[in-house]
Nanobody, 118 residues
Framework: QVQLVESGGGLVQAGGSLRLSCAASGTIISINNMGWYRQTPGKQRELVATITSVGSTNYADSVKSRFTISRDNTKNTVYLQMNSLKPEDTAVYYC????????????WGEGTLVTVSS
């Protein structure tokens, strides 16, 4: 059984910063890509950032230069440093990881709410 547990969400004023963490646990043989998506009510879940096992990154245009994704492979953990936050960044943020146990599949966290006030 694999679990992804997010932490670090909360309420912040516009221009502020938050750091999200997501730790994977369980019977994990290997982890490939990890990343973050976000979702607001009535909208589809959208990609925020991804990172490969060797550290290559990809960002949504809306967060480039403000957000930084990183990972610690020794801890099976992915991070999202969010700076210069805007009200439009308000969403539930979900982490995911492509994990090999007996086979490869995507696993998702339960989400953490980020609220940016103006």
């Amino acid at each position: 059984q694999v679990q992804l547990v997010e932490s670090g969400g909360g309420l912040v004023q516009a221009g502020g910063s938050l750091r999200l963490s997501c730790a994977a646990s369980g019977t994990i043989i290997s982890i490939n890509n990890m990343g973050w998506y976000r979702q607001t009510p009535g909208k589809q879940r959208e990609l925020v950032a991804t990172i490969t096992s060797v550290g290559s990154t990809n960002y949504a245009d809306s967060v480039k230069s403000r957000f930084t994704i990183s990972r610690d492979n020794t801890k099976n953990t992915v991070y999202l440093q969010m700076n210069s936050l805007k009200p439009e960044d308000t969403a539930v943020y979900y982490c995911y990881a492509y994990i090999y146990t007996a086979y490869w599949r995507n696993y998702w966290g339960e989400g953490t709410l980020v609220t940016v006030s103006s």
